[in-house]
């Protein structure tokens, strides 16, 4: 899963077999089925500093 993102989405490799893609479906079938991203974004609303977009200033480094 890619965050960032406001959907399911499912990285398998191009070299995987009739199982593995399978298996790649089903579990985005899933997540889709049960609202995974509306779970993941209802539980980030109880962190404030990354349901926001960062202070750059707040990113740099400290000066001695």
């Given at each position: 899963m890619f965050?960032?993102?406001?959907?399911?989405?499912i990285k398998s490799h191009g070299g995987t077999d009739e199982i593995g893609y399978k298996?790649?479906?089903?579990l985005a079938y899933d997540m889709a089925r049960n609202d995974l991203i509306e779970k993941i974004g209802e539980g980030i609303k109880h962190f404030p500093a990354l349901a926001t977009p960062a202070?750059?200033?707040?990113?740099?480094?400290?000066?001695?």
């Open positions: 965050l960032g993102l406001n959907g399911v989405i298996s790649a479906l089903s202070d750059p200033s707040s990113l740099e480094a400290p000066t001695a």
